[in-house]
């Protein structure tokens, strides 16, 4: 074949893109972000996991004469893929500068952009949906959005905003806001309109968009027959257009990469370091791509997509007779478990089966129904190949030779007497990959109910796809009854056995999941043979078919419920920059356009927790092109450690490395590639030195970051002996990654005379600033740093952004040019700390009516390598531990141990919701002991208004029982407590549990010098208002509710207000915008420096009929300063000796959740039903904002408390680096009805305008999720004859609440030690 080297051509936004030298490593991410400078696409993990990336394909198919748009991954998208396909961005739908598309519009009004990083990828997603379907269902839209993360909305806002777009009738019939001119006030509110909405057109209109282009189909022959030959730096792109020419490519390249998707072949250079000099992309071979009907079944091409697959296959199952589809119906079936629809649009099916991965979703069920591959070379053509028992020859490998490559499979036709299953579980139900999966496929013998074939593969349970060999022999024969779920348990045992340290971890779940799912099989198929009347099988009970019960649940659907207000402060306006994100315009770090001369640096960082380091050789790496240089702790002009808290942290380790992830020196060259490039050719030696690991390891060691540290209130040890109870036990708590969309970034700019600007992604712009300057020596006016917005922030970037905006000063000064720094996802992950883990031990004293005495705790907490905040989250988990209860006796004593993981820091709540779970804890062991209601135990020991806190702090104002009370009515809850108990009596394998649970969380840092703030004013003559203050807007609306108090003070309408950043020029000194405080804070200095132009304009106020800009312009030509600053400080905090109070909070926000959830108890899946919000935040401010604070943390908490798994490895190595390991909650995660409610009437004297904070008590809510969830359990034990308290720790993972069950099915695995064999990961860190 003769080597033709072309260009790549092909069109984004409608303009046409000629490449003559593509580089097959480029994805199209980059290529759009870095060549064509469309940076609205965002990158926020690199491995198809996220959807921030997401953008819209449309191709041209000449046999149907059709143009197909779908959405993709652009991170994993070669962008020589591309070529003859047109491209479509969030910048080419819409601009805020022409007019934006309602699907960028309606995201921004219905408060569904907060930061806005996962923003343009929710639009793209959507708007791929509705080119194909201008009329969705709410089904559709969820299912289209399971691919996109985001971790700040909680998802509905934005499920609501597209409701807009759906054909389903809304929840809220004629009150809907598409019937609404207005939005519902004082009531329902779910569209929420924007200062100005002339311009607003909700409606969609498919025939007003962008034209596919012209050239595309009028030269389809040129852009996708042609043989193609791309190559670059050593790496080959070969574009086959026919069958024998990718055979010789394959015979002349035996070890090439085939490309479809490149949904694994990218993960593996990506993140795997692995090399592949030839790619073959298979896209454009009329074999690879067909669909055709045969005698036997569907034909699928190797390169057909999933998504394809899935529309053919559901075509057949709605078309053809039922017993024909069964095994259609089951690929289907773990199809719709399957990734995200980005992926399923890109990847294809030859990928799947030949990657071979143990847990491929579509092989154990391609296995268990016998597909047969067809398989060709250039020299044996049309090998037929079955998947059966010895197809898979080890890990990643098959009987499928390397010059061969799969041409296409025939998934067969079922017939009457064969019946078949798929399985799937994993941590999070959509767009996760399997811990197990299976197929099964049972054949009987005419219409007896004997078994002559029997098929059952599995994944996830060895090196490959395994078919359980002695279970399906020993029951061939058998009859169809309860018999053989015996015969199978002993048997799949021993079929798949897996020892203590087997990859991927917990195994005892592993092992029940395998024979959980035979049982559900055995269920479905004797509930069919009955139906049938075939065999002599007993009807089945009722409440054992539960097991085989697939509940379809509604989307999401809710009220919030909030006070109307008459001025602009109060009304739920949309935050400040809400459409910018949409449209792609917003500008984050990354986005900034390269300056000249910039460089990129990437840091070089420890893969051991604790070494000596012996050498470091960066030789090789400097040879690669564009490599400006290295830097080490040499390089530093000041000093190699900065303070964060009382301790000093390391920027470059020296002579020994104390984590993985410690940053040992950077590289630095003209791009983040090339620069990522060399890094990973930087060679280390090390020594290994012990590390301490988990908590269990620090006590041993004596490894701690201080001495313990005891609080106490009344005596304990006096009390204890007087208790008609006590009870003893442990809890633990996880880690939990914040989980950021936007990555630590920053760039350095270098300027004259010593100055440097530094913009970057912290919430603490003051601290950043200290640290860079004690990092140069250089002195803080000269350093300004420049926030416009993060991407997220979650406390994640409080202390860690000096580090990594140090890093690049450092080498901005050595180089003298400007110096970027963007984490990748792993790396960040790696190298920044979590959310601490807690265990409690702990033994609470009560009466017999179930009043607490007294409660003494001894915590320890896993606070990683160096102090950072560590001890100040501690200490906050003492300080707010008591929730809403009193507690007359109390002693906490923690432990701040010290380890060799990552630096453990700041995550929204501080320590608190840690902490509430030992109490919270505490009240259910009572309960549970006591046979009590735990909602009476609750409420009997509930705090009520004068009390005093175990700080010794009066309690004013208190509204915990208005919560509950409002929560109780809200959530129905005694009727529903009724009718769970009579669903768990009718159902045996799903049960349902419910729980309310109040809270009180203290507002005020604990440090009193925090409660302070500054702003600034300008007003100019034209009378806008520039607004700065020291709070940096993170997707909380800060900067919004800061307009709203500026416009209510100055009396001007928010329109002509503006903030343009957080920089430490304007407003000097700033706390960080954390603990809830940032608009109490800030809101009072905003107030005040408006109350201070006001004062000043006052004298020209007084002419009739003259307006504020009059005024303004007065009170400039009488030479009137029209800047002010504002400051404020939170007065009254301190010991009051008049009244003996302790006042370390101003004042307390109150709230109440209750959540019911039911679970499956054979896999140990949930699904939150229902969750009920009351919140007291006293006046809102802005109650969309407010709203959205308590939707988005509640989803957050959910995570921490049930989903988020932090694995760390037994050799202290992070585990879960991206969102392909550690899930966030996704769109089908969230509460299928959730009600929010602010408590009205309650206005708080104590904060600006009556307000309340609001960032962090929501995310604590979510702890009624767990307890519903442990109900569940308790619920699933009673009928297996366990009763009584029992312990369930953090976060309940499927396969916690699964072994919690405690059924016939997981007592047959017990957790095994295996001769010191230690499990995969670190069970509790
Ligand atoms: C975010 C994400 C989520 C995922 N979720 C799941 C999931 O839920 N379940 C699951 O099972 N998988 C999942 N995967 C894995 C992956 O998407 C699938 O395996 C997919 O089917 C691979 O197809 P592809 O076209 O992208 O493969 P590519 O990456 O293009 O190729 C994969 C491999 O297959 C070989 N290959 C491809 N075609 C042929 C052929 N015709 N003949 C011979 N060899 C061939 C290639 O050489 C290569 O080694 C996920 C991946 C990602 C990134
Ligand atoms: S950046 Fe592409 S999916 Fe996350
Ligand atoms: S708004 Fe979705 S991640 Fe921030």
Redesign the pocket.
């Known amino acids: 074949m003769e080597e033709n080297i072309k260009g790549l051509v092909f069109y984004v936004n409608g303009e046409k893109v000629v490449d003559p030298e593509p580089d097959p490593a480029c994805s199209l991410l980059r290529y759009l972000r870095k060549k064509l400078q469309l940076t609205g696409t965002k990158l926020v993990c690199g491995?198809?996991?996220c959807g921030a990336c997401t953008v819209m394909i449309s191709k041209y198919n000449l046999t149907d004469d059709k143009i197909y748009h779908y959405s993709v991954?652009a991170c994993?998208m070669p962008v020589c893929s591309a070529h003859g396909l047109a491209v479509t961005t969030t910048e080419g739908i819409g601009s805020l500068k022409t007019r934006l598309h309602p699907v960028q519009e309606q995201i921004a009004k219905s408060h569904g952009s907060q930061c806005g990083f996962c923003t343009p990828g929710m639009v793209m997603s959507m708007y791929a949906l509705l080119r194909n379907n201008p009329q969705p269902t709410m089904k559709e839209i969820e299912k289209n959005l399971e691919g996109n993360l985001c971790r700040c909305t909680g998802y509905r806002p934005i499920l609501e905003g597209y409701r807009a777009f759906s054909k389903d009738e809304c929840g809220m019939g004629k009150d809907c806001c598409k019937n609404q001119k207005q939005p519902v006030q004082n009531g329902v509110s779910v569209v929420l309109q924007e200062h100005d909405d002339s311009n607003y057109t909700p409606i969609y209109d498919s025939s007003q968009e962008p034209i596919f282009p012209p050239e595309l189909k009028v030269n389809h022959e040129k852009y996708h027959k042609e043989y193609l030959v791309y190559e670059k730096d050593g790496i080959k792109w070969y574009r086959p257009v026919t069958l024998p020419e990718i055979l010789d490519l394959k015979y002349q390249f035996p070890q090439?990469?085939?490309?479809?998707?490149?949904?694994?072949?990218?993960?593996e250079t990506t993140f795997k370091n692995m090399k592949y000099p030839i790619l073959i992309n298979?896209s454009d071979i009329p074999e690879?791509t067909e669909i055709q009907n045969t005698e036997t079944g569907i034909k699928f091409g190797?390169?057909v997509t999933?998504s394809k697959i899935e529309d053919t296959l559901q075509h057949a199952v709605d078309t053809q007779p039922e017993e024909k589809t069964k095994a259609f119906v089951a690929v289907l079936a773990i199809l719709k478990?399957?990734?995200?629809k980005q992926?399923r649009n890109?990847?294809?099916?030859?990928?799947?089966i030949?990657?071979a991965?143990p847990?491929?979703?579509?092989n154990p069920v391609f296995q268990a129904c016998g597909v047969i591959l067809n398989v060709q070379s250039k020299d044996r053509i049309d090998r037929k190949v079955p998947m059966d028992i010895n197809f898979f020859t080890g890990y990643r490998k098959t009987v499928?030779e390397d010059n061969?490559?799969?041409?296409s499979l025939v998934i067969p036709f079922s017939n009457q007497n064969e019946y078949i299953q798929s399985y799937k579980q994993s941590i999070r139900k959509d767009?996760?990959?399997?811990i197990v999966n299976s197929g099964m496929r049972v054949v009987f013998k005419d219409q007896s109910g004997i078994i002559e074939d029997l098929y059952l593969a599995y994944g996830g349970m060895a090196p490959t796809t395994v078919m359980a060999k002695q279970t399906m022999e020993q029951l061939k024969g058998k009859k169809w009854n309860e018999e053989i779920v015996k015969i199978a348990c002993e048997y799949l045992e021993k079929d798949l056995p897996l020892s203590h340290d087997a990859p991927g971890g917990t195994v005892e779940y592993r092992q029940t999941l395998t024979t959980s799912f035979f049982f559900k099989f055995y269920l479905s198929v004797a509930q069919q043979l009955a139906q049938r009347d075939i065999g002599d099988l007993k009807a089945i009970p009722e409440t054992d078919l539960s097991a085989i019960k697939n509940p379809d649940y509604n989307v999401s659907q809710g009220s919030q419920i909030f006070e109307d207000s008459k001025t602009e402060l109060g009304k739920p306006l949309p935050h400040s920059s809400a459409l910018q994100p949409a449209s792609g315009e917003a500008v984050y770090i990354d986005d900034m356009p390269a300056l000249t001369g910039e460089l990129s640096l990437v840091p070089v960082y420890s893969k051991k927790p604790h070494a000596k380091i012996l050498n470091v050789d960066v030789a090789e790496a400097l040879t690669v092109p564009g490599v400006k240089g290295y830097i080490d702790h040499r390089d530093v002009k000041g000093n190699n450690t900065y303070p964060v808290a009382e301790q000093d942290e390391h920027l470059f380790a020296i002579d020994e490395v104390i984590t993985e992830g410690d940053v040992i020196g950077c590289i630095v060259a003209e791009s983040h590639s090339i620069a990522r490039k060399a890094r990973n050719m930087v060679q280390v030696g090390y020594e290994d030195l012990p590390a301490v690991i988990s908590i269990e390891d620090a006590i041993k060691a004596n490894s701690y970051l201080a001495k313990p540290n005891t609080r106490t209130c009344g005596d304990v040890d006096k009390a204890f002996p007087s208790c008609e109870n006590t009870l003893e036990d442990e809890v633990y708590v996880g880690a939990q990654e914040h989980f950021y969309l936007e990555p630590q970034s920053s760039i350095v700019v270098p300027k004259e005379n010593r100055e440097l600007d530094v913009y970057c992604s912290t919430q603490s712009p003051h601290l950043t600033q200290t640290n860079v300057c004690d990092i140069t020596g250089l002195p803080a006016h000269r350093v300004r740093v420049i926030v416009k917005r993060l991407g997220g922030a979650f406390g994640g970037k409080e202390s860690h952004c000096g580090r990594f905006a140090g890093l690049a000063a450092t080498a901005a000064l050595k180089y003298n040019r400007p110096v970027r720094v963007v984490l990748d996802r792993d790396d960040d992950m790696v190298m920044t700390g979590t959310r601490h883990p807690f265990l409690f031990k702990f033994k609470v004293g009560f009466s017999n009516d179930g009043k607490i005495q007294c409660l003494d705790i001894s915590s320890y907490s896993n606070c990683g390598n160096t102090g950072d905040l560590s001890l100040a989250v501690v200490d906050a988990a003492v300080l707010r531990l008591t929730s809403a209860y009193k507690i007359p006796n109390l002693r906490m004593t923690v432990h701040a141990c010290k380890t060799n993981i990552s630096s453990n820091t700041a995550f929204r709540g501080f320590g608190f919701p840690q902490s509430l779970m030992v109490i919270e804890s505490a009240i259910e062991a009572v309960s549970h002991h006591l046979v009590m209601d735990p909602l009476k135990v609750r409420q009997l020991n509930c705090y009520r208004e004068g009390d005093r806190t175990h700080l010794n702090q009066i309690i004013y104002d208190c509204h915990i029982q208005d919560c509950l009370d409002g929560c109780l009515k809200q959530s129905d809850y005694q009727t529903r407590l009724g009718q769970i108990d009579q669903y768990n009596r009718e159902n045996r394998w799903r049960k349902r549990g419910i729980a309310i649970v109040p809270l009180m969380y203290g507002v005020s840092f604990e440090f009193k010098f925090m409660n302070q703030a500054g702003a600034l004013v300008n007003v100019y003559t034209d009378g806008t208002v520039l607004l700065a203050h020291g709070g940096t807007e993170m997707g909380q609306g800060i900067h919004v509710k800061m307009i709203q108090i500026a416009s209510e003070t100055l009396g001007v309408p928010c329109s002509i207000i503006h903030i343009i950043e957080t920089g430490t020029n304007t407003v000097p000194n700033t706390i960080a915008t954390a603990a809830s405080t940032g608009s109490d804070l800030n809101g009072m200095a905003v107030k005040n420096a408006c109350e201070k132009i006001n004062k000043r304009l006052e004298p020209f106020k007084c002419e009739p009929g003259t307006t504020w800009k009059d005024w303004v312009i007065k009170a400039h030509f009488e030479r009137v300063s029209l800047s002010a600053s504002g400051f404020h400080k939170v007065e009254g905090l301190g010991y009051k000796k008049e009244t003996d109070d302790e006042v370390i909070y101003k004042y307390y926000s109150f709230g109440a959740g209750c959540s019911e959830v039911e679970i499956d108890c054979l896999t140990g899946d949930h699904t939150v039903l229902r969750t009920d919000i009351v919140m007291d935040l006293g006046k809102s401010l802005n109650p969309a904002v407010d709203i959205g604070q308590i939707e988005g943390g509640f989803v957050q908490g959910y995570g921490l408390y049930m989903l988020e798994q932090y694995k760390v490895s037994q050799s202290g190595n992070l585990l879960t680096k991206g969102?392909?390991t550690y899930k966030i909650p996704s769109v089908g995660n969230i509460p299928k009805v959730f009600n929010v409610t602010l408590l009205k009437d309650k206005p708080n004297p104590k904060a600006v305008y009556s307000s309340k904070a609001i960032g962090e008590p929501p995310l604590l809510l979510a702890i009624s999720v767990f307890f519903a969830t442990k109900a569940a359990i308790m619920a699933a034990r009673n009928d297996h004859g366990l009763e009584g308290y029992f312990r369930l720790d953090s976060p309940a993972t499927p396969d916690v609440i699964r072994m919690a069950c405690q059924d016939q099915f997981a007592k047959q695995f017990p957790v095994k030690k295996e001769n010191g064999l230690k499990s995969w990961f670190v069970k509790h860190l």
């Open positions: 491995e198809g996991g991954n994993l090439a990469k085939i490309i479809v998707g490149n949904t694994e072949v990218g993960i298979a690879l190797a390169s999933l478990w399957f990734a995200g992926i890109a990847a294809a099916i030859g990928g799947n030949m990657t991965s847990i491929s979703d579509l499928v061969e490559i799969l041409e767009d996760d990959i399997a969102p392909g």
